[in-house]
């Protein structure tokens, strides 16, 4: 009988999953004896770690997407589009049912369908969003909106946690300050002021913290702590905390709140942070739906307390992975999740006043990042590291 | 090499020599660094991507470990220091071995897998 496979979400980590997979169960694939599924609501892979950039001329669309079919192996079943829309998960009957009435059923089954955005919770949000975060067509807007900026006060606002890749809005700062450095009129640059507001005392661990706010308080960046965004009143241009507290802008620019996608939730996999709980070192499910050893969750949708990042993804995919080796042979083993993640950090952009800096911090549980500092190579690694991603990463060669 | 002169670094014991040679190649890799710019790490990550396709082809297929033991096979040496000279009766006969029906047999699935894979190739460029 065909063992089946059934994986929800071909983004990072769904991706990672199914060319592991496909890598290891060749022969069984080959022989009809282990079919691997992948699902999801598109056929296009976006590198969202790419939209920070995108404002500042430093990647082209092109190197931010590649048709989903091209990045994974042609060992996996792929459906794409509404046959693959996931819009209910039922783990007590090993079914997912999808948006055409379509229904896959598993013998295991991988969530990794990610994270979404929300603004709804957020009232005049709305009315004045600018942001990179969402899409390609928001970041290149978004752009227009800087390049057009002449004076006053750009407010980044982070509005609350968690969101996916938290350092994002920590570089993207840096970036933009560079850039207008660059880019406009010493006069302009003296009308400028770049605030950033931060739902939370410290930017990310303590060694992390220390160096964004150096390069911050370096910059001349303002720094405006514990601020999680209730509010935009776009007529008077302030945002307003949920301590009451009001702040002007001229340009805002948001991060905003991040969540489950809502057929998770629906389905009841998710817990009252609205993520996915898991065995924090097999991330195998465990959470309201019951405790599922024939469940594994890896990426953004996992639980709250573990940053999401693509590099936490990436290691817990290849845990997700050798345990799903693992319980395919039998071998009654497990391989655990220590918790790997990592958040890329900029210190400066190249321009002709400052060269290019970056290092990419990581941490695992109970082991915070260790003292950095961003450098030269550090800015070439990460710069590089997206356009080798869709055959390094994504195709799990380590 | 006097006593006084090696350098204990970290636990390791380092002598001129070894200091030399670090201070060499760090000077040389900032002449790697001032080579890079944005522009040319994008041609070293498209050589980088190259390789790393291959490296994924190699690592996923059987197709290495049989490649492998084939070309190490004795008759196959054998050939090629005396290279067999088939004319069209001796490849019909050929063909009535059993390795080679198996050989073309997996040689006509490679090539239809290439033809499958190249026009699939083609529709995924088209939309980058
Ligand atoms: C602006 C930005 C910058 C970032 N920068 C970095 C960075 O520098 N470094 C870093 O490590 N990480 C970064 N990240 C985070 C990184 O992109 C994510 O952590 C990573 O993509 C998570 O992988 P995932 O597979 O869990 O989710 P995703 O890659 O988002 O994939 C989820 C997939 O599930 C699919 N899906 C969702 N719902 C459904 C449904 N109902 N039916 C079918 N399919 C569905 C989606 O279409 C998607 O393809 C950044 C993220 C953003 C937004």
């Known amino acids: 009988m065909t063992e089946k496979v059934l994986i929800l979400g071909a983004g990072y980590a769904g991706t990672v999953v199914a060319n592991k997979l496909a890598r290891e169960f060749r022969r069984e694939i080959a022989r009809g004896d282990l079919n691997v599924t992948i699902l999801d609501k598109d056929d296009m892979n976006i590198n969202q770690g790419g939209f920070t950039f995108l404002p500042f001329g430093l990647y082209s669309p092109e190197d931010l997407k590649r048709p989903r079919k091209e990045v994974i192996s042609p060992r996996i079943n792929c459906v794409f589009g509404e046959n693959g829309e996931i819009t209910g998960a039922d783990l007590e009957n090993r079914k997912v049912q999808v948006k055409s009435g379509d229904t896959f059923s598993y013998d295991y089954l991988v969530i990794a369908t990610g994270s979404t955005t929300d603004i709804s919770n957020i009232p005049g949000l709305s009315e004045d969003y600018n942001t990179f975060y969402t899409s390609m067509d928001d970041a290149f807007k978004l752009k227009e909106k800087i390049e057009n900026f002449e004076q006053g006060r750009i407010a980044i606002s982070v509005a609350q946690m968690p969101v996916s890749c938290p350092g994002a809005t920590v570089k993207f700062a840096v970036m933009l300050n560079d850039y207008i450095k660059f880019m406009k009129t010493e006069e302009m640059c003296k009308n400028i002021q770049i605030s950033f507001f931060w739902p939370m005392e410290p930017i990310g661990p303590p060694e992390f913290n220390k160096v964004a706010t150096k390069v911050f308080e370096d910059d001349n960046i303002e720094i405006n702590r514990n601020f999680k965004l209730a509010e935009v009143d776009s007529k008077n241009k302030e945002i307003v905390s949920q301590n009451g507290d009001r702040e002007k802008y001229d340009l805002l620019i948001t991060t905003p709140p991040h969540k489950s996608p809502q057929p998770i939730i629906d389905s009841g996999l998710t817990d009252e942070t609205g993520w996915i709980p898991v065995d924090k070192f097999t991330l195998q499910y465990r959470g309201p739906a019951g405790n599922h050893d024939e469940v594994y969750v890896a990426g953004d949708s996992g639980p709250s307390s573990v940053i999401k990042s693509g590099i936490g993804a990436h290691y817990q995919s290849l845990v997700v992975s050798h345990n799903l080796i693992n319980d395919i042979h039998g071998h009654g083993t497990k391989v655990s999740y220590m918790g790997e993640v990592g958040c890329p950090y900029i210190g400066a952009m190249p321009t002709p006043f400052t060269k290019g800096q970056a290092y990419i911090p990581s941490w695992s549980y109970g082991a915070p990042p260790e003292s950095f500092e961003p450098t030269r190579l550090g800015w070439y690694i990460y710069r590089m590291y997206y356009y080798i991603h869709w055959d390094a990463g994504l195709k799990a060669l380590f | ?128």
Do not use: C, W
């Open chain 2, 1 to 128: 090499m006097s006593e006084e002169e090696r350098k204990d670094v970290q636990g390791m014991e380092l002598d001129p020599n070894d200091l030399d040679t670090l201070v060499d190649m760090l000077k040389t890799y900032r002449l790697l660094q001032n080579y890079m710019n944005d522009e040319t790490l994008k041609g070293i990550a498209d050589v980088e991507s190259s390789m790393f396709k291959l490296l994924n082809a190699m690592i996923s297929t059987d197709f290495v470990d049989v490649l492998e033991r084939g070309l190490q096979e004795p008759e196959f040496d054998k050939a090629l220091l005396e290279p067999p000279q088939l004319g069209m009766m001796g490849i019909i006969r050929e063909l009535k071995d059993e390795d080679v029906q198996k050989g073309v047999g997996v040689m006509m699935e490679l090539l239809k897998a290439i033809g499958k894979a190249s026009t699939e190739n083609n529709e995924f460029k088209s939309r980058h």
